[in-house]
């Protein structure tokens, strides 16, 4: 069983840029696929990024493609979320995922088997 961490988010102006980091600890990292949530204040949580086992495959939802770079480093157990040109709609709480025996993972939470606390991200306009 895997166990995440994010860090990394804070309180930027609109167009400042943010990496937000998650760490896992107690699985096999490269044996999970892996994915970015966000959930705003009296939204439901939705899909943001996500990366295959070997981060050879990602996917972005529409509002941050060419905006943010989702990445993973197998020998670190890490991924990451580079977020550039924020938006004050990108504020949110931002949650790693991890999905287990599947080399790739689509976009409803659901296919997650695990997730970290979340760390918050505010845009300010």
């Known amino acids: 069983q895997v166990q995440l961490e994010e860090s990394g988010g804070g309180l930027v102006q609109a167009g400042d840029s943010l990496r937000l980091s998650c760490a896992a600890s107690?699985?096999?990292?490269?044996?999970?696929?892996m994915a970015w949530f966000r959930q705003a204040p009296g939204k439901e949580r939705e899909f943001v990024a996500r990366?295959?086992?070997?981060?050879?495959?990602?996917l972005y939802t529409d509002s941050v493609l060419g905006r943010f770079t989702i990445s993973r480093d197998n020998a670190k157990n890490t991924v990451n979320l580079q977020m550039n040109s924020l938006k004050p709609e990108d504020t949110a709480v931002y949650y790693c995922?991890?999905?287990?025996?599947?080399?790739?993972?689509?976009?409803?939470?659901?296919?997650?088997?695990?997730w970290g606390q979340g760390t918050q991200v505010t845009v300010s306009s």
């Open positions: 107690g699985g096999t990292f490269g044996s999970y696929a």
């Open positions: 990366i295959s086992r070997s981060g050879g495959r990602t």
């Open positions: 995922s991890a999905a287990a025996l599947t080399a790739i993972a689509g976009m409803k939470a659901i296919e997650y088997d695990y």
